[in-house]
């Protein structure tokens, strides 16, 4: 199925995805700031500019998107437009996904990775503050390789 808008129209609503500060994101934040954990946001000099840095954990959190991560979820769908392209470009971010993981696991930090649509699925259940335990029990546990998915 061909594109429903023009190439220029379907330019500027790509440019305009945000990669900082998205819905999933806040809806995250917002969760677990109200269980008393403090981060600092997309730090710099990390591998990767993490989304969320617990200093005194040692743990990174990445909140991914489902589609620009390739999430293996309904919510991913390679476009029929250009699919070539697409394929390349989303399997070039998985790579870098992982090493900006092996990297930052070598440092001793912990990894916790959490999948946009599991934050949806739990904002829909009323269930976000669940999930944000769990994800704090994470941690706060004493694993030195955290290496899990946050769901709910």
């Known amino acids: ?14 440019s305009a ?8 994101e806040i809806i995250l934040r917002r969760a677990l700031h109200a269980t008393g954990l403090r981060y600092r946001l ?29 999430h ?18 989303l399997e070039a971010n998985r790579k870098r996904d992982k090493c900006h993981s092996i990297k930052l696991k070598q ?5 916790i990775v959490v999948w946009e649509c599991h934050i949806m699925k739990a904002l829909i259940l009323r269930q976000i503050q669940i999930l944000a335990n769990n994800i704090s029990s994470i941690i706060k546990s004493n694993c030195a390789i955290a ?6």
């Open 1 to 14: 199925m061909a594109d429903i808008v023009d190439r220029n129209t379907r330019s500027r609503m790509m």
């Open 17 to 24: 995805i945000r990669s900082k500060n998205t819905k999933p």
């Open 42 to 70: 997309h730090a710099s000099n990390l591998p990767g500019k993490p989304d969320l840095v617990f200093p005194k954990y040692r743990t990174i959190v990445f909140i991914h998107g489902c589609f620009w991560h390739s």
């Open 72 to 89: 293996s979820c309904k919510a991913f769908k390679i476009p029929e437009t250009n699919s070539a392209f697409w394929k390349k470009k």
């Open 107 to 111: 440092i001793g930090w912990k990894v």
């Open 147 to 152: 290496d899990k998915v946050a769901k709910i």
